[in-house]
């Protein structure tokens, strides 16, 4: 863990170990931010991450895990966080969970767990207005969505239906912060090279990228320069949906 200092800014990176998450971190933490790498079974990878960042001459970085699917967890992690950062300026609710399967073939169980990360979501990010956002009267929110939210996509109806709520979530928390300097915003990208695209079916794969106008997958380091500009520049962007898809969609 790296050393406090007070006028540091912080950003929480939920799924910080893994992907899109990780891209994020280093990201956030070139541009100056002490990380938060919030991890749930990916401890190796996160340790690993914090080591990388607190060495470089970046903003430093410190490890925090918690199930989103438990609320007592997500308590425990904001308290653990007081004493840890005592801060976060920016929340990027990157974490997500996918089971594929047709719709006869999906059951109540996979359903359930693909909904109770987004339900620790929106519980997650409620104690961090109230812990710290509101308090401090500032912040950035970045969601990351999907574009199958948008589009649907068969063989994964609830992580659709996650993800387009997730986009609902940011426009009615963009209004429910009138007056504020709280930004909310989704960023919703297309298909990005990481372990949770590896597991899908090579034909599977192929049949996205034939939907790709610019011809190729994303690398989650094109999501993470999305996320540093919400976190640090785009100050009039709120209640948005940022589309980095290639292409395939435009909102
Ligand atoms: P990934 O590497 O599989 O990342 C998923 C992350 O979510 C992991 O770090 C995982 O943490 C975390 N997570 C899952 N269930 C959790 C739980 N119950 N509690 C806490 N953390 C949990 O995949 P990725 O591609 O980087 O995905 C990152 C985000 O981008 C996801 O929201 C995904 O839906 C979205 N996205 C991805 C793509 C794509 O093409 N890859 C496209 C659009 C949107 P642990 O590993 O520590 O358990």
């Known amino acids: 863990m790296s050393e406090e200092n007070d006028d540091q800014p912080v950003a ?19 541009e100056g931010f002490r990380v938060g790498i919030h991890y ?10 914090c080591a990388e960042l607190v060495s470089s001459s970046a903003g430093g970085a410190f490890t925090i895990k918690a199930d989103l699917m438990d609320s007592e967890s997500l308590d425990a992690l904001v308290k653990e966080l007081k004493s840890a950062a005592g801060r976060v300026d920016v929340l990027v609710n990157n974490a997500g969970y996918n089971v594929n399967a047709p719709m006869l073939a999906m059951n109540l169980d996979q359903y359930d767990k693909v909904a109770s990360v987004a339900r620790g979501t929106w519980y997650l990010t409620k104690l961090v207005l109230r812990r710290f956002m509101m308090r401090k009267g500032s912040g950035r929110i970045i969601n990351i969505s999907s574009v199958v939210g948008h589009t649907g996509n068969a063989g994964q109806i609830p992580y659709t239906m996650v993800k387009a709520g997730l986009d609902a979530f940011t426009k009615s928390l963009s209004a429910e912060l009138v007056g504020r300097d709280i930004l909310v915003n989704s960023i919703a990208p297309g298909f990005v090279a990481t372990e949770m695209t590896d597991e899908l079916p090579d034909e599977i794969q192929e049949q996205i990228l034939a939907k790709v106008p610019l011809g190729r ?7 993470a320069d999305v996320v540093a500009f919400l976190a640090t520049r785009g100050s009039y962007i709120h209640g948005s949906v940022l589309h980095v898809n290639g292409g395939m969609y435009g909102g």
């Open 217 to 223: 997958v994303a690398q989650a380091d094109e999501i």
């Open 12 to 30: 929480l990176v939920t799924g910080g170990g893994t992907g899109i998450g990780s891209a994020c971190c280093r990201r956030l933490a070139a």
């Open 40 to 49: 749930r079974s990916s401890e190796e990878k996160a340790e690993k991450l």
